[in-house]
Protein backbone atom coordinates (compact mmCIF):
# COMPACT_ATOMS: atom_id res chain seq x y z
CA UNK A 1 0.00 0.00 0.00
CA UNK A 2 1.40 3.26 -0.80
CA UNK A 3 1.05 7.12 0.76
CA UNK A 4 -1.91 9.25 -0.40
CA UNK A 5 -0.53 12.97 -0.76
CA UNK A 6 -2.35 16.06 -0.77
CA UNK A 7 -2.58 19.13 -3.01
CA UNK A 8 -3.54 22.31 -1.68
CA UNK A 9 -2.47 24.51 -4.75
CA UNK A 10 -2.62 28.58 -4.84
CA UNK A 11 -1.00 30.83 -7.49
CA UNK A 12 1.97 31.46 -4.97
CA UNK A 13 2.35 28.22 -2.71
CA UNK A 14 1.42 24.79 -2.90
CA UNK A 15 0.15 23.17 0.71
CA UNK A 16 1.17 19.57 0.57
CA UNK A 17 0.00 16.78 2.96
CA UNK A 18 1.18 12.59 3.11
CA UNK A 19 -0.86 9.79 4.84
CA UNK A 20 1.90 7.15 6.62
CA UNK A 21 2.43 4.13 4.15
CA UNK A 22 -0.70 2.43 5.91
CA UNK A 23 -2.81 5.07 4.92
CA UNK A 24 -4.07 5.98 8.13
CA UNK A 25 -2.73 9.43 9.34
CA UNK A 26 -2.91 12.62 7.56
CA UNK A 27 -0.16 14.94 8.15
CA UNK A 28 1.26 18.28 6.80
CA UNK A 29 4.68 18.02 4.40
CA UNK A 30 5.65 21.13 3.33
CA UNK A 31 4.38 24.13 1.36
CA UNK A 32 6.50 24.80 -2.12
CA UNK A 33 6.40 27.27 -4.47
CA UNK A 34 3.84 27.11 -7.31
CA UNK A 35 6.53 26.76 -9.89
CA UNK A 36 8.31 24.16 -7.74
CA UNK A 37 5.80 22.28 -7.19
CA UNK A 38 5.74 19.79 -9.93
CA UNK A 39 9.07 19.10 -9.81
CA UNK A 40 9.14 18.62 -5.86
CA UNK A 41 6.07 16.01 -6.60
CA UNK A 42 7.90 14.01 -9.27
CA UNK A 43 10.83 13.71 -6.76
CA UNK A 44 8.74 12.89 -3.51
CA UNK A 45 6.90 10.28 -5.81
CA UNK A 46 10.14 8.83 -6.98
CA UNK A 47 11.67 8.38 -3.28
CA UNK A 48 8.24 7.48 -1.71
CA UNK A 49 5.68 4.85 -2.97
CA UNK A 50 2.50 7.01 -3.53
CA UNK A 51 -0.59 5.65 -5.01
CA UNK A 52 -2.80 8.60 -5.39
CA UNK A 53 -2.30 12.54 -5.19
CA UNK A 54 -5.57 14.41 -4.18
CA UNK A 55 -6.38 17.78 -5.63
CA UNK A 56 -8.24 20.08 -4.01
CA UNK A 57 -11.13 21.23 -5.99
CA UNK A 58 -12.20 24.91 -4.45
CA UNK A 59 -16.06 25.82 -4.81
CA UNK A 60 -18.06 28.51 -3.91
CA UNK A 61 -20.96 28.36 -1.63
CA UNK A 62 -22.91 28.00 -4.61
CA UNK A 63 -21.00 25.27 -5.46
CA UNK A 64 -19.62 26.39 -8.48
CA UNK A 65 -15.89 25.70 -9.31
CA UNK A 66 -13.63 28.88 -8.24
CA UNK A 67 -11.92 31.41 -10.24
CA UNK A 68 -8.80 28.95 -9.80
CA UNK A 69 -10.06 26.05 -11.01
CA UNK A 70 -8.48 26.72 -14.73
CA UNK A 71 -5.07 27.18 -13.16
CA UNK A 72 -5.52 23.77 -11.45
CA UNK A 73 -6.42 21.92 -14.61
CA UNK A 74 -3.33 23.52 -16.06
CA UNK A 75 -1.20 22.52 -13.25
CA UNK A 76 -3.08 18.90 -13.47
CA UNK A 77 -2.34 18.52 -16.60
CA UNK A 78 1.97 19.18 -16.26
CA UNK A 79 1.18 16.86 -13.41
CA UNK A 80 -0.02 14.12 -15.46
CA UNK A 81 3.05 14.92 -18.33
CA UNK A 82 5.18 14.29 -15.70
CA UNK A 83 3.80 11.65 -13.86
CA UNK A 84 1.69 10.16 -16.23
CA UNK A 85 1.11 6.44 -14.28
CA UNK A 86 -0.07 8.29 -11.50
CA UNK A 87 -3.53 8.26 -10.41
CA UNK A 88 -4.89 11.80 -9.96
CA UNK A 89 -8.39 12.37 -7.89
CA UNK A 90 -10.07 15.32 -6.93
CA UNK A 91 -11.82 16.58 -3.70
CA UNK A 92 -13.77 19.27 -2.63
CA UNK A 93 -11.46 21.73 -0.31
CA UNK A 94 -14.87 24.00 0.84
CA UNK A 95 -13.93 25.78 3.37
CA UNK A 96 -10.44 24.03 4.58
CA UNK A 97 -8.45 27.33 4.69
CA UNK A 98 -11.18 28.64 7.38
CA UNK A 99 -10.89 25.52 9.49
CA UNK A 100 -6.96 25.40 8.79
CA UNK A 101 -6.52 28.58 10.40
CA UNK A 102 -9.19 28.11 13.03
CA UNK A 103 -6.70 24.92 14.32
CA UNK A 104 -4.04 26.79 14.36
CA UNK A 105 -5.72 29.09 16.60
CA UNK A 106 -6.91 26.09 18.96
CA UNK A 107 -3.82 24.18 19.05
CA UNK A 108 -2.06 27.39 20.32
CA UNK A 109 0.36 28.68 17.46
CA UNK A 110 1.39 31.98 18.05
CA UNK A 111 -0.09 35.19 16.11
CA UNK A 112 3.17 35.85 14.55
CA UNK A 113 3.65 31.70 13.07
CA UNK A 114 0.35 31.91 11.60
CA UNK A 115 1.32 35.03 9.44
CA UNK A 116 2.94 32.61 7.72
CA UNK A 117 0.86 31.53 5.26
CA UNK A 118 3.25 27.80 4.00
CA UNK A 119 2.16 26.81 7.74
CA UNK A 120 -2.07 27.29 6.83
CA UNK A 121 -1.57 25.98 3.16
CA UNK A 122 0.33 22.92 4.52
CA UNK A 123 -2.40 22.42 7.30
CA UNK A 124 -5.31 22.95 4.93
CA UNK A 125 -3.83 20.07 2.47
CA UNK A 126 -3.76 17.84 5.58
CA UNK A 127 -7.76 18.80 6.21
CA UNK A 128 -8.29 17.41 2.53
CA UNK A 129 -6.75 14.88 3.11
CA UNK A 130 -8.23 13.66 6.35
CA UNK A 131 -11.52 14.43 4.80
CA UNK A 132 -10.77 12.63 1.58
CA UNK A 133 -9.50 9.32 3.66
CA UNK A 134 -12.90 9.13 5.43
CA UNK A 135 -14.83 9.39 2.43
CA UNK A 136 -12.64 5.90 1.05
CA UNK A 137 -13.01 4.13 4.56
Not at 43 to 68: F, N
Not at 96 to 122: E, F, H, N, P, Y
Request: charge should be positive; hydrophobic fraction near 40%.
Amino acid sequence: MGRILAVDYGKRRVGLAVTDPLQIIASPLTTVGEKEAITYLADYCTKEQVEVIVVGQPRRMSGELSEVEQDIVEFIAKLREKLPAMRIDRFDERFTSKIAAQSLIDSGVKKKKRRDKSLLDSTSASLILQDYLRSIQ
